[in-house]
Nanobody, 124 residues
Framework: QVQLVESGGGLVQAGGSLRLSCAAS????????MGWFRQAPGKEREFVAA????????YYADSLKGRFTMSRDNAKNTVYLLMNSLNAEDTAVYYC?????????????????WGQGTQVTVSS
């Protein structure tokens, strides 16, 4: 089993930046694809970003328009999400998830392990 713990969320002013981290414990996730998803109140969970197990390929939701950057450090069993130019629409609980390289990285149902989420609130 892979346990995932997100951190780095909080309150930020519109236009600011945050870097989220997702640390794995219990088992290395070097052989997993990883994704970030978010869920705002009253809305369904949506895809944000994903990265292949080697870190060589990344994928992003089109609506983010290049504002977010995902990376991973397999030696530290950690993935990151750098969020720039934040606005109120980015307010949500952000989740990281692990996919065992058998599914589609942008499809939420293909992820097997999920963190507890970290709250990001953007004030205007």
């Amino acid at each position: 089993q892979v346990q995932l713990v997100e951190s780095g969320g909080g309150l930020v002013q519109a236009g600011g930046s945050l870097r989220l981290s997702c640390a794995a414990s219990g088992r290395t996730f070097g052989n997993y694809n990883m994704g970030w998803f978010r869920q705002a109140p009253g809305k369904e969970r949506e895809f944000v970003a994903a990265i292949s197990w080697t870190g060589s390929r990344t994928y992003y939701a089109d609506s983010l328009k290049g504002r977010f950057t995902m990376s991973r450090d397999n030696a530290k069993n950690t993935v990151y999400l750098l969020m720039n130019s934040l606005n109120a629409e980015d307010t949500a609980v952000y989740y990281c998830a692990a996919e065992p390289r058998v599914g589609v990285l942008t499809r939420i149902s293909d992820y097997d392990h999920w963190g507890q989420g970290t709250q990001v609130t953007v004030s205007s």
